[in-house]
C-alpha cells in the first residue's frame, strides 16, 4: 500500500510523492499522522547544515496522531488511541542508556531521518515504548507542540532554574519561546528575551517575559537586562540562535557563576574574543541536547493545566502538500510566523 508524503530530496526541495506505507513490527504501531510540526532542526537539514539530516529523507518529529494498527508484542495501546512519541529510540545497552541518559545514546536514532522515515508522511511506525497518550482536550496541534516544549523543559531542567531566578533566552523563535515559557513555569521571576523581528517579542511577553530587545533595530540589551534584573547580568542564559555573536553575547551578559545553555544548532565554529569572560566569571557552559521521557511529561502537564499556552505559538496550519512553503516560511521569513505546523 502506498502513501503520500512530503520527502526531502535535496537542497532546498521536497517533493510530494507516493512512498510504501510502513509495517510495523511486533514492538511497534502504526500511526495515521494528524498533525506535524515544523523544527529549526528541520530548516537546518533543508539548508543542508543539518549534522545527520540528509537526503533522501521523510522529516517531521513533532508529531501527534492515531493508532491505526499496532504490532503482536504491543500491550498498552490499540487502534483508535490517540498519541504523541518521543522521537529518539536508543539501544538500551551502552554507558548512556544504562545511566539513564539514554537520549545520549551513542547509536541513538531519531524520528525523520532516512532510518526511521519521519512525521511529513501520512503514517509512520514507532515503538511503543516512545509513546505517549494525547490527554483528552488537545487538539492534535497541541500535541505536536509537546516536543518542542519539551526540549524547553529539558533546557530549564539543565540550566537549574530557580524560583526566584532571572533569565536571558537570546533567540525568540518556537525553541527560544518555549525556553521562556518553561522557565517561567520553573519559577523565573525576571526574563529579558532578544529576538530580531518585533512579532516573535510580543510572543516572548505573552509567553512570560519582562524585557524585550529587538537586535535588529539595535535596542540596549545592557539596559534592559540592568533595569529588568541587575547591572551584573542573569542568573541563567539560553542560547537559541546559532550564531557566534550570540554565544558572546551570552557570555557578556550572565552574571559571576551564572549558568549559559547552549540550546541551539550552530552551522559554524563559535569564535571567543574574550575567552576569559568564561574563567573570569567561573560560567558554567551547559550543552543541551533533545530530551528525555520525564521532560514530554512535565510538557504535557503544563498544557493541561494552563500553565503553558501553546496555541499563542502557532501561527500557521498548512496542508502537508504546502511543506516546501512551509520549510521556505520558517526559513526566509516571509511572513510573520513562530512555529508552523502541517496537516493531513
Known amino acids: 500500500m502506498a502513501m503520500k508524503a512530503a520527502v526531502f530530496t535535496g537542497i532546498r526541495t521536497i517533493e510530494i510523492q507516493q512512498v510504501p506505507t510502513p509495517t510495523p513490527k511486533p514492538d511497534e504501531v502504526l500511526i495515521r499522522v494528524r498533525a506535524a510540526g515544523v523544527c529549526g532542526s528541520e530548516v537546518h ?6 549534522p545527520f539530516r540528509k537526503p533522501p529523507a521523510i522529516m517531521g518529529h513533532e508529531v501527534a496522531g492515531d493508532v ?9 495501546f490499540k487502534p483508535g488511541d ?6 529518539q529510540v536508543s539501544c538500551g545497552r551502552c554507558l548512556y542508556c544504562r545511566s539513564g541518559d539514554y537520549h545520549l545514546c551513542l547509536s541513538k536514532v531519531m524520528l525523520g531521518v532516512p532510518a526511521w522515515p519521519g512525521a511529513f508522511g501520512e503514517f509512520i511506525t514507532a515503538p511503543e515504548r516512545t509513546l505517549l497518550r494525547l490527554p483528552d482536550g488537545f487538539s492534535y496541534e497541541e500535541g505536536a507542540m509537546v ?15 530557580q524560583v526566584g531566578e532571572s533569565a536571558l533566552v537570546l533567540g525568540a523563535g518556537p525553541i527560544g519561546l518555549c525556553c521562556i515559557a518553561a522557565a517561567r513555569a520553573a519559577g523565573a521571576t525576571r526574563i529579558v528575551a532578544t529576538d530580531a523581528y518585533d512579532f516573535n517579542l510580543e510572543l516572548a511577553r505573552k509567553m512570560g517575559a519582562a524585557g524585550v530587545v529587538n537586535v535588529r533595530r539595535g535596542d540596549d540589551l545592557a539596559r534592559v537586562v540592568a533595569d529588568q534584573v541587575r547591572p551584573e547580568g542573569v542568573d541563567a542564559t539560553f542560547v537559541t540562535a546559532g ?22 544548532l550552530f552551522d559554524e565554529p563559535i569564535t571567543i574574543p574574550e575567552p576569559f569572560l568564561i574563567g573570569g566569571k567561573e560560567l558554567e557552559v551547559i550543552g543541551v541536547h533533545t530530551y528525555i521521557r520525564k521532560d514530554f511529561e512535565t ?18 496550519v498548512l496542508p502537508m ?4 512553503r512551509a520549510l521556505e516560511l520558517v526559513h526566509g521569513k516571509t511572513e510573520d510566523n513562530a512555529k508552523v505546523i502541517l496537516r493531513f
Not at 490517540?82 to 522521537?87: A, D, I, K, N, Q
Open 147 to 161: 516536543e518542542p516544549l519539551a526540549v524547553g523543559v529539558h533546557s530549564a531542567r539543565k540550566a537549574r532554574v
Open 299 to 316: 510538557a504535557i502537564d503544563l498544557i493541561r493545566s494552563g500553565a503553558v499556552d501553546v496555541k499563542a505559538m502557532i501561527t500557521h
Open 45 to 50: 537539514a533543508f539548508l543542508g547544515t543539518h
Open 68 to 76: 491505526v494498527e499496532v504490532g503482536a508484542d504491543v500491550r498498552s
Open 321 to 324: 502538500e504546502e511543506a516546501q
Open 243 to 264: 550564531f557566534s555573536p550570540v554565544f558572546n553575547q551570552s557570555l557578556a551578559h550572565t552574571r559571576k557563576a551564572g549558568r549559559v545553555a547552549l540550546v541551539a
Open 82 to 87: 490517540r498519541v504523541l512519541v518521543e522521537p
